[in-house]
């Protein structure tokens, strides 16, 4: 079985300041590895996900994240954060032995940027 | 191109009550999965349907039950419904069970 933990709950950070949101996941097996973001009253949008290849993955709106097998860890960074960045983000596995795309989620991380 | 939608946005019901959620994918896309998000927490795995079966079941009880159409859509029916089972119930589609998914806005329940 596969498990996600998200280090902190809330991540307050001034604008234009960069930012880590921290992610953890246990797994026997090899996984893909998401990153989700939720703003208020909405659905999740795909912020950049982790299939092989390089472990530094690039997304949308400035995100990126780095894969670590050894420390099991898929953290999401932006060297520059706007107002605008100001949400929940989700990360996420799937495992890729069953193959079935089904998501096990963390807790979430609420992004607060302040002006 | 239209993306992953869902009906209705918001409904109340009453505990002991059925209700029936809706999904459309996302066009060209043939699998539906269903995830329940409670207030504060991450998105929880209900089931998914390919090819008009339930293909794959997350800890659910068997009260939440599911249907996939010709076209791809979806319905999630909840029955005997608890205070509990308020949430944002999420679709999610994708191609042939794909790991890439996209979710549409949710519908938020609310159980009184």
């Known amino acids: 079985a596969q498990s996600v933990t998200q280090l902190d709950s809330q991540v307050p950070v001034f604008e234009e300041a960069p930012v880590e949101l921290r992610c953890n996941y246990s797994s026997s097996v090899s996984v893909y590895l998401f990153w989700y973001v939720q703003y208020p009253n909405q659905g999740l949008q795909l912020l950049l996900k982790y299939l092989s290849g390089s472990t530094l993955v690039k997304g949308i709106n400035g995100f990126e994240a780095e894969f670590n097998k050894s420390q099991t860890s898929f953290h999401l960074r932006k060297p520059s954060v706007h107002i605008s960045d100001t949400a929940e983000y989700f990360c996420?596995?799937?495992?890729?032995?069953?193959?079935?795309?089904?998501?096990?989620f963390g807790q979430g991380t609420t992004l607060q940027v302040k002006p | 191109d239209a993306g992953v939608t869902q009906s209705p946005t918001h409904l109340i019901k009453t505990r002991g009550q059925q209700v029936t959620l809706r999904c459309s994918p996302k066009s060209g896309h043939d699998t539906v999965s269903w995830y329940q998000q409670a207030l504060g927490q991450g998105p929880q795995f209900i089931f998914q349907y390919y090819e008009e079966e339930e293909r794959q079941r997350g800890n659910f009880p068997d009260r939440f039950s599911g249907h996939q159409f010709p076209n791809y859509s979806s319905e999630l029916n909840v029955n005997a419904l608890w205070l509990g089972d308020s949430a944002l119930y999420l679709c999610a589609s994708s191609v042939r069970r794909g790991h890439e998914q996209y979710f549409g806005p949710g519908t938020r329940l609310t159980v009184t």
């Open positions: 996420a596995v799937s495992d890729l032995v069953s193959n079935t795309g089904k998501l096990i």
